[in-house]
């Protein structure tokens, strides 16, 4: 991530990246339907949306040095989520691919990555600086599909 970045966590759960990225100098924007769990932090920008139901974009005119979404998949939100990263901006990305379906949920396709689908996503627009596409087994067994690239 650029240093000092502002950096947009989507999805951000409890926070485990916005409170990362947060401590080490970038401010966060941390987007969620839920933010019980996320604490108060300073240099995080708590941002409670819908990001699907049809409701629209909640960053809209709004860019970042940066962006992370993991553990999460809603792919209409892509054309919005890469057009809100500025050139030279690093969009950090990691959630289930299909093969998942064995070692339990996500299962459903919706919630599953195409095998090269990250991939697919960025070309022409980012420049990958790192793709993996494997099982874990730590936390616990998955298939994921992780890409880390920077906006052209
Ligand atoms: C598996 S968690 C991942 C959290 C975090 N990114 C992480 O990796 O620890 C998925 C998150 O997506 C959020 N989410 C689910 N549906 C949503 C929606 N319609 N709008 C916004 N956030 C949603 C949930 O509230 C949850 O925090």
Do not use: C
């Amino acid at each position: 991530m650029p240093a000092g970045a502002a950096v947009l966590d989507l999805a951000t759960g409890s926070g485990r990246n916005a409170l990362y990225f947060a401590a080490h100098g970038h401010p966060v924007t941390a987007v969620d339907i839920d933010l019980s769990r996320l604490l108060e932090a300073p240099n995080v920008e708590r941002l409670q949306a819908d990001l699907e139901n049809g409701s629209p974009w909640p960053l809209a005119g709004r860019t970042f040095g940066g962006a992370i979404v993991t553990k999460y998949l809603h792919r209409p939100l892509m054309p919005d989520l890469l057009s809100a990263i500025e050139p030279g901006g690093v969009l950090l990305y990691e959630t289930f691919m299909d093969g998942n379906q064995r070692f339990g949920r996500p299962s459903r396709p919706e919630y599953l990555l195409k095998d090269g689908e990250l991939l697919e996503l960025v070309r022409g627009k980012f420049s990958v600086i790192a793709y993996e596409a494997r099982l874990i087994s730590e936390p616990t067994m998955a298939m994921v599909q992780r890409i880390a690239a920077r906006r052209l």
